[in-house]
């Protein structure tokens, strides 16, 4: 018996507002730059790079550039990625 397989994108569910806020909420509250930059990646491929560098108001390259492996997005970056994305970025207390 052959298992067959298929490749699993996790842009493939990243189709709405609630979705996309709920996936980002998840990944910030670790705290970790690298998976941070890389969920904001896959939320960008998931709304088509170009159409999301439009609306942040940087060009598709620095985009690129910034969510790609050695990026490093300012805080400005990432507060207009946010904004183009149709989510905003929220400061909890931590639990005890």
Avoid: C
Avoid at 26 to 39: K, N, S
């Amino acid at each position: 018996m052959t298992i067959e397989t298929i490749p699993w994108d996790i842009t493939d569910f990243l189709s709405d507002d609630a979705t996309i806020a709920a996936y980002l909420d998840e990944v910030f509250a670790d705290g970790d730059p690298d998976e941070m930059r890389d969920a904001l990646a896959h939320v960008a491929r998931a709304k088509g790079m170009s159409d999301l560098a439009q609306a942040a108001g940087i060009t598709r390259g620095g985009l690129y550039k910034a969510l790609g492996e050695n990026g490093n997005p300012s805080f400005a970056t990432v507060a207009a990625l946010l904004d183009a994305m149709g989510v905003r970025l929220a400061v909890l207390p931590k639990a005890a």
